[in-house]
T-cell receptor, first 115, second 113 residues
Framework: GAVVSQHPSWVICKSGTSVKIECRSLDFQATTMFWYRQFPKQSLMLMATSNEGSKATYEQGVEKDKFLINHASLTLSTLTVTSAHPEDSSFYIC???????????FGSGTRLTVV | KNQVEQSPQSLIILEGKNCTLQCNYTVSPFSNLRWYKQDTGRGPVSLTIMTFSENTKSNGRYTATLDADTKQSSLHITASQLSDSASYICVVSSLNTGNQFYFGTGTSLTVIP
């Protein structure tokens, strides 16, 4: 089945630094990748949608200059949280959709803690 | 407005018992409905996916039903196990705007021995 690998699974960083999270589709080409944020005991909130080779489309209220998304290949998308602050601490999850009906497959998530 | 509502918000059951989770939606035009299981601190894992023409689908001890007329779905868990403790999320896709999809807020299930 379709597998999406997300790395790292957890990261702790200092305020003001940047953190990069990777999302890879291992056995299919992901034409579209999605990035979500999830606070404790809440549902996933879509942050942005990215299509390979195009600029990401951000949801309302999500700062595109703070959350940089790159989808340079059909198997890799990255989310970079720039100048991280403690309020950016959250669980970030990616999902990928292939062009052949692989459906939506989620990564395992990244727990970001900014101290 | 396209919405997905799940009930109950949380549920506690004894190991070995059955339970049913509900999902009501107003998403239109409808494309498909998925149930996901999300363990704490992990990404969601797909359990079932149903299109308009399907009204039931099973995956082991999980059975999902869909009534596209009333826009309701249920997820039935049989002979629950401790490992079933997780959040269960209903996600409905729309045919509009590139297959946009809508998340329910989830049901938190706790199975106790």
């Amino acid at each position: 089945g379709a597998v999406v690998s997300q790395h790292p699974s957890w990261v702790i960083c200092k305020s003001g630094t940047s953190v990069k999270i990777e999302c890879r589709s291992l056995d299919f080409q992901a034409t579209t990748m999605f990035w979500y944020r999830q606070f404790p005991k809440q549902s996933l909130m879509l942050m942005a949608t990215s299509n390979e080779g195009s600029k990401a489309t951000y949801e309302q209220g999500v700062e595109k200059d703070k959350f940089l998304i790159n989808h340079a290949s059909l198997t890799l998308s990255t989310l970079t949280v720039t100048s991280a602050h403690p309020e950016d601490s959250s669980f970030y999850i990616c999902s990928a959709r292939g062009g052949r009906g692989e459906g939506y497959t989620f990564g395992s998530g990244t727990r970001l803690t900014v101290v | 407005k396209n919405q997905v509502e799940q009930s109950p918000q949380s549920l506690i059951i004894l190991e070995g018992k059955n339970c049913t989770l509900q999902c009501n939606y107003t998403v239109s035009p409808f494309s498909n409905l998925r149930w996901y299981k999300q363990d704490t601190g992990r990404g969601p894992v797909s359990l079932t996916i149903m299109t308009f023409s399907e009204n039931t689908k099973s995956n082991g001890r999980y059975t999902a039903t869909l009534d596209a007329d009333t826009k309701q779905s249920s997820l039935h868990i049989t002979a629950s196990q401790l490992s079933d403790s997780a959040s269960y999320i209903c996600v409905v896709s729309s045919l509009n705007t590139g297959n946009q999809f809508y998340f329910g807020t989830g049901t938190s299930l706790t199975v106790i021995p």
